[in-house]
């Protein structure tokens, strides 16, 4: 695939040297997700729409969030196939690894809300409702973390072969933010940081650098 267009700070020639060719690649990928994030969104929207008994396995409906008052954080990310696919195609050559994790997904979903005197109530009974479906639903929780004001909780969907079908994970930061993530296809919680990393999606790198911490890691089924 041969990309026809400029992007602001990308330059068009000279990509003999690895250096700048590799720079080009991952600014060209920044572009394309801040572009690409409005469009996804609406297709995600129109997907979610259709209800949650037919979402695809390893897909969760989180339902839709409303921004906070204010300054409050407020991100939403949701990045569809076609953008994952052009993702890996940019990263082949240079990053053969990390193509194929790439390649290996349908959908990523990412929702950050700060958190207010108005909210926080209510996005904690969602963070608590969406926790007790997974575990209904037979999501293995294997990621736990449980410090001061901060309580994450990363779940795995498998298939009866045993094929990683997706990836949850609920935070809640204190009184800073909630985060709901969802990774759609192969992925393990240690590759979390790395596709945070080449998707530019910070909560993903922040969550994952979590996951590879020994001590957060329980053996257990999913529980509430």
Sequence with gaps: MKLSFDLPGIASKGADCPT????????????LI??????????????LALGADKLP???????????????????????????ITLAARLVEKEEPEVAKLLNGLKLVRVNVIGLDEENRAALQKRAQKVRQELAGKGWERIVTAQ???????VYLKMAD?????????????????????????????????????KLHIDP????????????????EKAEE
């Design 204 to 219: 993903l790198k922040q969550i994952g650098n979590t996951a590879q911490k020994p001590e957060n890691k329980p053996k």
């Design 20 to 31: 700048i060719k590799k720079l080009n690649v991952e600014m060209i990928m920044k572009h």
């Design 147 to 153: 410090q001061k004001d901060q309580n994450v909780s």
């Design 57 to 83: 396995p390893g897909q969760v409906d989180f339902g839709t969030f409303s921004p906070p008052k204010g300054d409050g954080e407020f991100v939403e990310v949701n990045v569809p196939t076609s953008l």
């Design 34 to 47: 801040s572009w690409m994030i409005g469009p996804a969104t609406l297709c995600a929207a129109a997907t």
């Design 161 to 197: 072969n045993g094929a990683v079908q997706g990836l949850t994970a609920v935070v809640l930061d204190g009184k800073e933010h909630a985060v709901f993530a969802n990774v759609v296809g192969d992925i393990k919680p240690e590759q979390l940081a790395m596709l945070g990393d």
